[in-house]
């Protein structure tokens, strides 16, 4: 007998409970055998793909002929099927839409079963299942019995269509949105290729660059080195520390850090930041950079600190067109984790513009660039949040 419940939001015209079941009583686990290194020497046109790489691009390709053979000799998926990653990256799955290629050994499962299930709505249980007993240290797995035992909450048929319809749908507008701001991250750093090496020029400037280093267009500063017992849960001021500059942001991420509370008026005035200040990584990932928009923030030691004599966001685009990363990277030094110094961060050199007016112009060009990438990543930032909480009241 199995136990009868109900999702939190429905679709209309649904009013029957929903039942439980394991998936083993659904289905069972299908499987690729390995192909052998040698086999795989056989090269042709047919893409052969291993864990981890399946959905993306292919490890290499494998003769029409081998493929055959395997695909006669061994279980093999078909069109629709959901294939799941069950070592290392647990869970990724992608849609077999039937076209020739070959998936290596047991490391990638899918659930043959009947047609009680669409596998639209399986793929969204399948995106929000929490596996039960992995196996291993530091590579996990999941093993055909844990994925058997699953428990799963299913309605009737025309409901799962229905659901598996929305989030369809609801996927491809976070796919559409998410290629939006690859493509304009693309165009940007395209863009300050073209601008920084000159190929590109501000209409009506024809000035010659030239060469300054860093610590002639800003001051370099760095934080106070706070201890552990100065910071308390619900203090004023956030500090910022390499941990708060990110890759992907323009901006300083203000959602993760300590917090103090009581400061001197002197440790204000030397590090509490201001808007338009620069922020640059020292240890770690060094040289990434973040620009400061919000207020109560103060930095902690470690973190580089410029602040513009003249054009603050053209400073900021011109340390992010890839030479100040790699210059960076080459001169810092340490173990394990990596290290720079203020001075290392003084002394880069670059080009810029010996006209102030050009400055001006190339970092409100990508300032508002900036904006509007910032706009897109929050509108997917959104999507991705809606669809997690429809997921948790569509699902049981």
């Known amino acids: 007998m199995t136990d009868k419940t109900m999702p939190a939001l429905r679709f209309r015209g649904f009013y029957d409970a929903w039942e439980q079941r394991k998936l083993g009583d659904l ?3 299908e499987m690729n055998k390995r192909i052998f290194k040698e086999e795989t020497s056989e090269i042709g046109d047919v893409p052969f793909y291993k864990i981890g790489t399946f959905g993306s691009m292919p490890n290499a390709f494998i003769s029409r002929k081998l493929f055959q053979e395997y695909k006669d000799k061994y279980s093999y998926p078909e069109k629709g099927d959901l294939l799941i990653s ?8 992608v849609e077999y839409k039937g076209a020739d290629e070959y998936f290596q050994d047991s490391n990638i499962v899918w659930l043959k079963h009947d047609n ?9 249980f399948y995106n929000i299942v929490k596996w039960q007993g992995l196996e291993g240290s530091t590579i996990k797995r999941l093993y055909n019995k844990t994925i058997l035992e699953t428990q799963i909450n299913i309605p009737h048929r025309n409901e799962q269509i229905k659901i598996g319809s929305f989030f369809k749908q609801l996927d491809n507008l976070i796919t559409q949105n998410e290629h939006k701001v690859d493509l304009l991250k693309q165009l940007k750093q395209a863009y300050l290729q073209k601008i920084f090496s000159q190929e590109l020029r501000v209409a009506g400037f024809k000035d010659d660059w030239e060469e300054r280093k860093l610590g002639e267009l800003a001051s370099v500063l760095t934080g106070f080195p706070f201890k552990n017992e100065d910071f308390v849960a619900n203090g004023k001021y956030l500090v910022i520390t390499n941990g708060n500059i990110q890759n992907d ?4 991420d203000v959602l993760l850090g300590n917090r103090i ?14 808007k338009n200040d620069i922020l640059v990584t020292m240890d770690g990932t060094v040289g990434r950079t973040a620009k400061v928009v919000d207020d109560n ?26 030479s100040f990363f790699n ?10 984790i990596k290290h720079i110094s203020l001075n290392e961060i003084s002394n880069y050199r670059s080009t810029v513009p010996s006209n102030n007016i050009e400055q001006q112009k190339i970092g409100a060009f990508f300032k508002q660039l ?9 509108k997917l930032d959104l999507l991705k949040k809606q669809k997690q909480a429809y997921l948790q009241k569509m699902f049981i």
């Open 261 to 274: 509370d009581d400061i001197s008026d002197e440790i204000k005035e030397r590090y509490y930041l201001n």
């Open 86 to 93: 069950a070592s290392g990256s647990i869970g990724k799955i």
């Open 327 to 336: 210059e960076m990277t080459k001169v810092s030094h340490g173990g394990t």
């Open 116 to 124: 009680r299930l669409i596998n639209s709505f399986l793929k969204q």
């Open 297 to 322: 923030l103060i930095l902690a030691q470690r973190v580089g600190r410029l602040v513009s004599n003249t054009n603050p966001e053209f400073v900021y685009q011109w340390l992010n067109h890839g």
């Open 27 to 29: 289905g069972s686990v």
């Open 249 to 252: 942001s323009s901006v300083v």
């Open 370 to 378: 900036d904006i509007t990438i910032d706009l897109h990543q929050q």
